[in-house]
C-alpha cells in the first residue's frame, strides 16, 4: 500500500488497512478531505471482496460504474499525494 510505504520511508511503522487512519498518523498536515476520501475507499474495503458482505446479493449488483469511478479517483489522488511525498522525502 502506498501510504504504508510514505510510513516506512519516514522512518515510521504502520499497522492495518484503514487508508484514512493511515492518512491522518502520517507526520504532515494532511488536507482533510483526502482523508475523507480514504475513509470513502476504506468503506468500499470488506464489502466489495466477500460474498456476504451485503445482507443480500453478490458484491457486484451493489456497485456500478458511479462508484468505481469515484474510488478509482480518490485513489489515484491519494497515490499522487504519495508520489510527490515520497520525493520530497528522498530529496531530503
Keep these: 500500500m502506498a501510504v504504508k510505504a510514505l510510513h516506512l ?3 515510521q511503522e504502520a499497522w492495518g488497512h484503514t ?4 492518512l491522518a498518523e502520517l507526520p504532515m498536515v494532511i488536507e482533510p478531505l483526502l482523508v475523507e476520501k480514504g475513509r470513502t475507499l476504506d468503506n ?3 464489502p466489495t471482496r ?3 458482505g451485503h445482507p443480500e446479493g ?3 449488483e451493489h456497485y456500478g460504474p458511479l462508484q468505481s469511478r469515484e474510488a478509482i479517483t480518490h485513489a489515484g489522488e491519494i497515490v499522487e499525494f ?3 511525498r515520497l520525493a520530497d522525502a ?3
Design 9 to 11: 520511508a519516514l522512518g
Design 19 to 22: 487508508v484514512a487512519k493511515l
Design 44 to 46: 468500499l474495503y470488506v
Design 50 to 52: 466477500y460474498a456476504n
Design 58 to 60: 453478490a458484491p457486484f
Design 82 to 84: 504519495v508520489r510527490a
Design 90 to 92: 528522498r530529496r531530503g
